[in-house]
């Protein structure tokens, strides 16, 4: 058997993964036109509402709400649906805390259902056994590109009469049964930072084919303030906060959505490759896809069997040592866990508000709260999967992945 390089071998790779560049002359073009016109504010220029048009065109829904980040267009989600504060919203917990900080800011209470062990995402079961009668919505996380079990889902809120928003900061493209994440519920949610499939640098997007939602969501991204042509009596409709998206992203936003479905093909190609070359391997396991669902990789990610020959970390050591980046656990606990403000409940100033509210029943946050989740992240390894990898990255990734799973194991049942 090949020796591994961290015992001094050869590594698989000697030259880093290719790269690319997420912006081109495409996007250089619309920024172009915005600096002629002269005009960079959401409401003086065009591009904004451009990409709100051309977004809600792309997936087939009659409102697109641009806005400063994905956080923000979570905010939006929830000003949409105008919780009571006390009311709880269940959503994953192997998350960015960008899916929990509106829910807070919104007075409502964060609830956490555990994690498929094999898919990542939501466990649906967990999800109906977290269903009280002050749950206000279902937030589900398409983790790493994977949707979540909709079907199952779905007919939970239906069942529960709560609406449900996807998520999809990580998934951009990704489909379940043949549609468009982000459509299947009742809002969707996307994060344009620079590391998503397309990106403004920062920026968000929510969605939604409900009118009254729609219009409301509107409102909220602009302090609740309604726009009448001319100087005159300002009026603004309720509390919100300032998320105008700036015309500049708007511009760059343009460009890259009609780059878009290219991306997620290349990255769906690139994910589903890598399975099928180490799907086989001892002690390890690729997320495995929702059944029905199309993966489109934000990261490529696995798990090391619960006992099994190696840790994470040993793994991630070995596969570095070959020349491929990778990390170990991901967000290392559940994101409960990793916020003082959900955990500890430092919220508005010593209030801890909105936990404290008498509406609000009691909700402590502890390891016991996820288990899977818990074990998961320990045994959890992301790789950097993007759409510049060549064939032979992917080929280069696997091989490593296989020498050092089978290094790995060779060498602890030598023991």
């Not at 915005?34 to 409102?63: D, I, L, M, P, W």
């Not at 998350?95 to 609830?111: C, F, K, N, R």
């Amino acid at each position: 058997m090949e020796r591994l390089a961290l015992n001094g071998g050869t590594p698989v790779r000697r030259t880093p993964l290719t790269t690319g560049q997420k912006w081109g002359w495409a996007e250089l073009q619309e920024i172009l036109e915005v600096f002629e016109a002269g005009r960079y504010g959401r409401f003086s220029g065009t591009k904004v509402a451009a990409f709100e048009q051309a977004a809600a065109e792309f997936f087939g829904v009659r409102h697109a709400i641009a806005s400063t980040s994905g956080t923000a267009s979570i905010h939006v989600a929830l000003g949409m649906l105008n919780p009571e504060p006390g009311d709880e919203i269940i959503t994953a917990p192997i998350t960015d805390l960008g899916s929990v900080v509106p829910i807070l800011y919104q007075q409502a209470i964060p609830v956490f259902a555990d994690s498929d062990p094999e898919t990542f995402c939501l466990d649906p079961a967990d999800v109906e056994r977290k269903v009280t009668p002050r749950t206000r919505a279902i937030l589900v996380v398409h983790l790493f590109g994977n949707p979540c079990d909709l079907g199952a889902i779905l007919e939970i809120a239906q069942r529960h009469h709560l609406p449900v928003i996807e998520d999809c900061s990580q998934a951009h493209g990704a489909e379940y049964q043949g549609k468009l994440c982000g459509t299947l519920g009742d809002i969707g949610c996307f994060s344009l930072q620079e590391s998503k499939h397309m990106t403004t640098g920062e920026g968000g997007l929510t969605i939604t084919d409900d009118e009254a939602w729609g219009e409301r969501g509107r409102l909220f991204m602009d302090k609740g303030r309604t726009r009448q042509p001319g100087w005159g009596r300002r009026t603004y409709l309720f509390l919100a906060p300032n998320y105008r998206m700036m015309e500049l992203q708007g511009a760059i936003g343009l460009a890259q959505l009609r780059k878009l479905p290219d991306i997620v093909a290349r990255r769906h190609a690139n994910g589903t490759r890598l399975t099928e070359l180490i799907g086989d391997l001892p002690g390890l396991r690729p997320q495995r896809v929702t059944a029905g669902g199309k993966h489109t990789y934000w990261h490529y990610a696995l798990a090391v069997e619960p006992e099994g020959p190696y840790t994470a970390e040993e793994f991630c050591t070995a596969l570095r040592a070959e020349g491929i980046p990778c990390a170990p656990y991901y967000i290392g606990q559940p994101i409960f866990l990793c916020a003082d403000s959900v955990c500890r409940k430092v919220t508005f100033g010593s209030s801890q508000l909105p936990f404290s509210l008498p509406t609000a029943r009691p909700i402590e946050y502890t390891e016991e709260t996820c288990p899977v989740t818990m074990d998961l992240l320990r045994r959890m390894v992301t790789l950097p999967l993007t759409e510049f990898w060549t064939n032979q990255d992917v080929e280069d990734v696997a091989a490593a992945v296989r020498k050092v799973a089978l290094g790995l194991a060779a060498r602890r049942g030598s023991k």
